[in-house]
């Protein structure tokens, strides 16, 4: 297992909209449409944010969506927020119930 | 409301055995049909899962680990634990324990954690 590939850093104004990728293999993300995003803020416990792709747990804002495309999957934050400033982690399913995180990616609002 | 705690030493010896425990409050890990987890964080890097346990004590851990973790439960005190073994200092973390959206998955979906415990491998 390989960790998932995200871009190190996003950044975005507020208002803005923007996407973070994800993209692992045919082994994992290319195969399973059971991707999870998490939001982290330092000194803070992971927060899930969207489950199987596209899923909102409860409680969690419609800004926050996620989408999938060959082995590729992606978070889109809409509207951003300056709370939104924080790390992102996708994981996704590598079957034999078995999962992989992805890297992580800081996400700064300017 | 759900609620994890981890607990146990905050600093170990290399070569020595990691020894943590999750303890759950606000409902019974048995007979929920879930996959108590347990994840890592080394200090500025990302997130790796360990393992997970199903209340039954069905195991499935991280490949690259797999030869040092040991996941039990103990439905008696609902609480379930984390072993490892042979630490080197690649092994200080925080280690959070968590419970997954869904039930009866290991899907990597996990909605509810613990504060998570720093665990210093050094002498």
């Known amino acids: 297992q390989s960790a998932l590939t995200q871009p190190a850093s996003v950044s975005g104004s507020p208002g803005q909209s923007i996407t973070i990728s994800c993209t692992g293999t045919s082994s994992d993300v290319g195969t399973f449409n059971i991707v999870s995003w998490y939001q982290q803020h330092p000194g803070k416990a992971p927060k899930l944010l969207i489950y199987?792709?596209?899923k909102w747990p409860s409680g969690i804002s419609n800004r926050f969506s996620g989408s999938k495309s060959g082995n590729t999957a992606s978070l889109t934050i809409s509207g951003l927020q300056s709370e939104d400033e924080a790390d992102y982690y996708c994981c996704s399913y590598a079957g034999s119930n078995t999962f992989v995180f992805g890297g992580g990616t800081k996400l700064t609002v300017l | 409301q759900l609620q994890l705690q981890e607990s146990g030493p905050g600093l170990v010896k290399p070569s020595e055995t990691l020894s943590l425990t999750c303890t759950v409050s606000?409902?019974?890990?048995?007979?929920?049909?879930?996959?108590w987890g347990w994840i890592r964080q080394p200090p500025g890097k990302g997130l790796e899962w360990i393992g997970s346990?199903?209340?039954?004590?069905?195991?499935y851990y991280n490949p690259s680990l797999k030869s040092r973790v040991t996941i039990s439960v103990d439905t008696s005190k609902n609480q379930f634990s984390l072993r490892l073994t042979s630490v080197i200092a690649a092994d200080t973390a925080v280690y959070y324990c968590?419970?997954?959206?869904?039930?009866?998955?290991?899907?990597?979906?996990?909605?509810?954690w613990g504060q998570g415990i720093l665990v210093t491998v050094s002498s």
């Open positions: 606000g409902d019974s890990i048995s007979p929920t049909k879930f996959y």
């Open positions: 968590a419970r997954p959206h869904s039930p009866s998955r290991v899907y990597g979906d996990f909605f509810y």
């Open positions: 346990i199903y209340y039954s004590g069905i195991t």
């Open positions: 199987e792709v596209t």
